[in-house]
């Protein structure tokens, strides 16, 4: 199984702050790594796809990139609706694995 | 635009057979693939296993050999079955659409959840 790591595993930020989130699988999966965003009691929302586009409807302060194993997703002037638990994920190959989460919560 | 919906009993005894339904509308189970994922209380989430269009499976190869997934094109939906549950089967439960290109997971059920209790 490919393995995802994220980091970090939360943090503390507010609002207009620049946030950075970092993605590592065990194997290059370029460019096959997703990013979800999660409220609570929520399903998963697609954020970005290939590792740098923007889903359809999604903010242009989200924004991925990276490739080979290392991925970033960046959120650039963190608004309210930004609180939330962010998931990478590939889909180079099954079983599709996920990074374990990132919780971004109120400084 | 496409929705999901999963439905199935909420709660199962342990060493029963856990079944779930994902109810699709505004699209075809014919085209794409779909996906089961849950989610245990406060924790990531896991992949349990996608259906083709075709009906072939693959599921992960963590659950062994309890997963039992099936596509019905006629009432357009897809299936779970997790057999000999334990506690640790207790999650929410989604489905969810895989898109084109590198087939992330574009639309996604509500979530159900599932406790496995005596």
């Known amino acids: 199984d490919i393995q995802m790591t994220q980091s970090p595993s939360s943090l503390s930020a507010s609002v207009g702050d620049t946030v950075t989130i970092t993605c590592r699988a065990s194997?290059?999966?370029?460019?096959?790594l997703n990013w979800y965003q999660q409220k609570p009691g929520e399903a998963p929302t697609l954020l970005i796809y290939?590792?740098?586009i923007l889903q359809s409807g999604v903010p242009s302060r989200f924004s991925g990139s990276g490739s080979g194993a290392h991925f970033t997703l960046t959120i650039s002037s963190l608004q309210p609706a930004d609180f939330a638990t962010y998931y990478c994920?590939?889909?180079?190959?099954?079983?599709?694995?996920f990074g374990q989460g990132t919780k971004v919560d109120v400084k | 635009q496409v929705q999901l919906h999963e439905s199935g009993p909420r709660l199962v005894k342990p060493s029963e057979t856990l079944s779930l339904l994902c109810t699709v509308s505004?699209?075809?189970?014919?085209?794409?693939?779909w996906n089961w994922i849950r989610q245990p209380a406060g924790q990531g989430l896991e992949w349990i296993g996608r259906?083709?269009?075709?009906?072939?499976?693959d599921h992960n190869p963590s659950l062994r050999s309890r997963v039992t997934m099936s596509l019905d094109v006629s009432k357009n939906l897809f299936s779970l079955e997790l057999s000999s549950v334990t506690v640790a089967d207790t999650a929410v439960y989604f489905c969810?659409?895989?898109?084109?290109?590198?087939?992330?997971?574009?639309?996604w059920g509500q979530g159900t959840l599932v406790t496995v209790s005596s």
């Open positions: 505004g699209g075809s189970v014919s085209s794409k693939y």
């Open positions: 969810a659409r895989e898109g084109q290109f590198v087939r992330p997971l574009d639309n």
């Open positions: 994920q590939q889909t180079y190959g099954t079983p599709r694995t």
């Open positions: 194997q290059s999966v370029s460019p096959y």
């Open positions: 259906m083709s269009p075709s009906g072939s499976a």
């Open positions: 290939a590792a740098s």
